[in-house]
């Protein structure tokens, strides 16, 4: 009985409401060189073309997203590593913003902790990061699932080296235990604005925490 409720909650958990069922990428054109070059990826349940994100981005990332689990972030890590150095092979001097949603947060979560250090100026915006080390608050909901989801999805951390990361919490137990699962997925869904997916509200240096509502500076 535990395990097929541990099963229920995790298939619930990280999904991301009202979204369509992910599709396989799908070409867009290449991005020109002026600018920041804008990447997004969305939640579980989305598709490349309905992530939520919107503002001046040039590539949403396409991934395996019906399932919650390590395959499916290994996945859209591999996929956000070949596009991000495809364009960054293309255009050296150009700044990279990524920028994640649940499952997609952690994505890009994942991305940082593995490329920082071969990677330069890049920044990363995180919405409900189920990856997300507390305080403030506690850890994402990666933790209490880490045993099921399975690596490299399971666990908390920031190990983030030197690239700016904003992360934003919103009282929601996928990026904050401390929130209670009972308050999953309404909170999940409605406690994020729209500006929070507006990546031309993020900046390219930004390196903080917004945790319900308050203003928190980067450890």
Not at 68 to 80: D, F, H, I, M, Q
Not at 102 to 122: C, K, M, P, R
Request: charged content about 15%.
């Amino acid at each position: 009985m535990r395990s097929r409720k541990m099963a229920a909650a995790l298939s619930g958990l990280l999904l991301t409401a009202g979204l369509t069922v992910a599709q396989a990428p799908t070409a867009q054109a290449a991005a020109p060189c002026e600018g920041t070059y804008t990447i997004v990826v969305g939640g579980t349940g989305s598709s490349w073309n309905n992530d939520l994100f919107y503002g001046n981005i040039q590539q949403h990332v396409g991934y395996p997203t019906q399932i919650p689990n390590g395959a499916s972030a290994r996945a859209g890590v591999n996929e956000l590593n070949r596009l991000v150095r495809d364009q960054r092979a293309a255009c050296p001097a150009q700044h990279v913003k990524m920028g994640g949603y649940s499952l997609g947060a952690a994505v890009v979560h994942i991305w940082v902790t593995e490329n920082w250090q071969t990677f330069d100026n890049v920044n990363a915006v995180l919405v409900a990061d189920p990856k997300r080390k507390g305080p403030p608050g506690a850890n994402g909901g990666s933790v209490p699932f880490g045993g099921i989801v399975g690596a490299p999805l399971a666990g908390a951390d920031d190990f983030f080296g030197n690239v700016p990361v904003k992360t934003i919490c919103h009282w929601d137990y996928v990026c904050d235990e401390s929130a209670g699962i009972w308050t999953y997925p309404h909170n999940h869904v409605e406690n994020y604005k729209a500006n929070d997916f507006n990546m031309d509200h993020h900046n390219d240096v930004a390196n903080e925490q917004w945790h319900n509502g308050t203003w928190y500076p980067r450890p």
